[in-house]
């Protein structure tokens, strides 16, 4: 797969939400838990949200439970977690796994594209971030520890530049 408009996925509601729908936009993907160390980061990626949806670009959330079991809630309870403590308003998606056989399609893609630390395939932790390009193909991954903030200049380069 050439782009990230080809994958599929599940709303926290339980719908399917094609990629395709946000054809067109710089999008942050990320990995999120509800109990994780870098839980905070939903306050700066509802920032980016907030300043730049308007412009063109979206972040995307998937909750996962796969690194120290910091996601265990259903989709119901994620949904009310992310709205009350960080009063989230970007695509929330039904919690998936990014690693291993049972990974998602769209993480088996992000992952196989866009290689982290020393070539490292595998996502390290909760809160890994892809940045995409208008056309659907990935500008950047970011590790856990990189804060919303600190990708502000690279989300602002994607948006002035059309072709970027």
């Known amino acids: 797969m050439s782009n990230v408009y080809q994958?599929?996925?599940s709303s926290l509601?339980?719908?399917?939400?094609p990629l395709?729908?946000?054809?067109?936009?710089?999008l942050l993907i990320v990995n999120t838990a509800s109990e994780c160390g870098f839980t905070p980061q939903y306050a700066g990626l509802q920032k980016l949200q907030d300043e730049y949806s308007g412009k063109g670009m979206e972040v995307l959330g998937f909750p996962c439970n796969q690194f120290g079991k910091q996601e265990p809630g259903d989709a119901q309870q994620i949904g009310q977690f992310c709205e009350s403590r960080f009063s989230v308003t970007f695509p929330m998606f039904a919690k998936i796994d990014v690693n291993g056989?049972?990974?998602?399609p769209l993480y088996q893609w992000l992952t196989s594209e866009k290689r982290g630390v020393l070539g490292t395939q595998a996502i390290?932790?909760?809160f890994t971030k892809f940045l995409l390009r208008r056309d659907g193909t990935i500008y950047k991954r970011y590790a856990p520890m990189t804060k919303p903030e600190e990708i502000r200049g690279d989300i602002e380069t994607l948006l002035a530049d059309p072709s970027a």
């Open 7 to 9: 994958f599929e996925a």
């Open 13 to 17: 509601a339980g719908q399917p939400v």
């Open 20 to 26: 395709s729908k946000f054809q067109g936009k710089v």
């Open 101 to 104: 056989p049972e990974a998602h």
């Open 124 to 126: 390290k932790w909760n």
